[in-house]
């Protein structure tokens, strides 16, 4: 495996991008095949053998590790839990790993009940700490006991868009939300017959009419897979990125007048007999803060400018 081709079209150069991180990052590098495989999955049925994995000491040690692969140009991962059911977590990519290292509780302040957290921390690990101070983070999805904080973040579930907000802020992107629902593809993720139709019909009441109207130089951002996944299949014209899609078009320099999400190359994927897409997988890349804010401020002089509609 001494050089490979990633979704840029571009030759990796892996063993140097191996021998590069092992230089410079505080932490686990990996690159053998029983880690790759180790890491090729989530909870979903998607499997994607990833380029290698780091498991950085520290979220300072994250943010290195991004920095050497931007170097390489090799695309990068950070992961959680491995509890997503679209497989979020599984890319041809640079896996960040924050759960063996990185879960600490790093401050709580009772009176005003905020805390701050590192992205690898389990949310039931979470709520014992806060436990006996008669506190407890809310949204409690159904992995609970083994999601992490970060990919939660990342994956945009169960939480607002504060943080999405604020990377957008900063990369000075002016967005509209759209007061829409996600519909989850109309019940369990689409993967049974019967949905897409009843997705489609939900998507006609606000978010897909939305899209259609949407001038064409703007971007349509879409965390989820589901929405993702459903604006594609319901004839808008128009595909929508993850957040952090649009981030690194900012960061390549000017983006296209005209449906510049076209600027994103993805890999073609099939279609099912029930006509569900499989879901792109850029999701957890903001689920490490640190991570995220440092990749901002790298491409701080190239930012991205326009007018981004959140779906």
Known sequence: MATETH???SALDVRALEAALRDHVAGE???DAGSRGAYSTDGSNYRQVPIGVVVPYTVDAAATAVEVCARFRAPVLPRGGGTSLGGQCAN??????FTKYCHGLVSLDTERRTCVVEPGIVLDELNRRLAPHGLRFGPKPSTHSHCSLGGMVGNNSFLAYDADRELMRRAGIEAEVLDAGCCGLAGNFGFERGHHELSLAIGEQGVLPAVRDTAPGALVLADGFSCRTQIDQGRTGRRALHLAEALSLGLDGPLPA???EKAV?????????AGLLTAGTAAAVLGAAAAGAYALARGAGRRARGTVRRA
Not at 265 to 273: T, W
């Open 7 to 9: 979704g840029s079209g």
């Open 29 to 31: 590098v990996r690159f």
């Open 92 to 97: 041809t990519a640079v896996v960040i790993d």
């Open 258 to 260: 005209d449906r510049p």
């Open 265 to 273: 190359a993805r890999p073609v994927a099939s279609r099912r007999d």
